[in-house]
């Protein structure tokens, strides 16, 4: 069988990221579906330090909105 590791489902989601946004030029909101969901829980991450620089520079390079104000 396949193991998924918590890179390959963070990757995977990230992909799914620049998919909804390349297909509703927005990001998801926090309540609107998992992928929101998730959004929500990288910045929290970031917030506590707990962010990878790794996976900061992903979000980056996509312009992933920090801030929701």
Same mark, same amino acid.
Not at 15 to 25: A, D, G, I, P, V
């Given at each position: 069988g396949f193991?998924?590791?918590i890179d390959d489902v963070w990757m995977e989601n990230y992909? *799914? &990221? %620049? %998919?909804?946004?390349? $297909? #509703? #030029?927005r990001w998801p909101t926090?309540? $609107?579906n998992k992928l929101g969901s998730w959004c929500f829980v %990288?910045?929290?991450? +970031? *917030?506590?330090? $707990?962010l990878?620089?790794?996976r900061r520079? +992903? &979000?980056d390079k996509i312009?992933?909105?920090w801030s929701l104000r």
């Open positions: 193991i998924w590791t992909e *799914k &990221l %620049q %998919q909804f946004f390349s $297909e #509703n #030029n926090a309540r $609107e %990288q910045r929290r991450a +970031l *917030k506590k330090g $707990e990878s620089s790794d520079s +992903l &979000l312009s992933f909105p």
